[in-house]
T-cell receptor, first 110, second 115 residues
Framework: AQTVTQSQPEMSVQEAETVTLSCTYD???????LFWYKQPPSRQMILVIR??????QNATENRFSVNFQKAAKSFSLKISDSQLGDAAMYFC???????FGSGTQLTVLP | EAGVAQSPRYKIIEKRQSVAFWCNPI?????LYWYQQILGQGPKLLIQ????????DSQLPKDRFSAERLKGVDSTLKIQPAKLEDSAVYLC?????????????FGQGTRLTVV
């Protein structure tokens, strides 16, 4: 069975700095999708970025980028130039329907 | 484009009572999901519909939970009777077609408190 592990329950970053959130997963599939979702206090899950496993190039969306290491089954999220609005719970997810990790609570310090 | 709509946003009930949640997915989305998110945890899939058929309900506690999507659009999730451990946020999501691995869009959820 597939699993998704986020080993950092909480992280903090200074405004304008860079932070990296970690995620590892386990699967026997060769073709799949990985996602990072953001969940602010409003509770609505918002897609931040997605990566297709067959693509070697790491996905990038503005200040958000991933480091996808397929052999290591690692999928980390880098947030550059952190903003106060980035504060939220971040979930790593595998495939569709999304299988979620336990989340990382990100605090952005002014 | 309207997003996934859920109601109510909050519900407080006593244990052993029943409760129902409603979800209206994005227009044209064939796949609809219900997730349960217990405080401090990631969401867990309860049931997945493709149009009005069930694709996966292996994680749904069928002795007390039921869900339907009769016309392949709106869906309701019911709990009867509720237990204290059912206190959670219930999230509804939809996607164009899960077999195409298209993105799932989420509603704002219903926070259920069972006292």
């Amino acid at each position: 069975a597939q699993t998704v592990t986020q080993s950092q329950p909480e992280m903090s970053v200074q405004e304008a700095e860079t932070v990296t959130l970690s995620c590892t997963y386990d699967t026997s599939e060769s073709d799949y999708y990985l996602f990072w979702y953001k969940q602010p206090p409003s509770r609505q899950m918002i897609l931040v970025i997605r990566q297709e496993a067959y693509k070697q190039q790491n996905a990038t969306e503005n200040r958000f980028s991933v480091n996808f290491q397929k052999a290591a089954k690692s999928f980390s999220l880098k947030i550059s130039d952190s903003q106060l609005g980035d504060a939220a719970m971040y979930f790593c997810a595998y495939n569709v329907p999304p299988l979620f990790g336990s989340g990382t609570q990100l605090t952005v310090l002014p | 484009e309207a997003g996934v709509a859920q109601s109510p946003r909050y519900k407080i009930i006593e244990k052993r009572q029943s409760v129902a949640f409603w979800c209206n997915p994005i227009s044209g989305h064939a796949t609809l999901y219900w997730y349960q998110q217990i405080l401090g945890q990631g969401p867990k899939l309860l049931i997945q519909f493709q149009n009005n058929g069930v694709v996966d309900d292996s994680q749904l506690p069928k002795d007390r939970f039921s869900a339907e999507r009769l016309k392949g659009v709106d869906s309701t999730l019911k709990i009867q009777p509720a237990k204290l451990e059912d206190s959670a946020v219930y999230l509804c999501a939809s996607s164009l077609d899960w077999q195409m691995n298209t993105e799932a869009f989420f509603g704002q959820g219903t926070r259920l408190t069972v006292v």
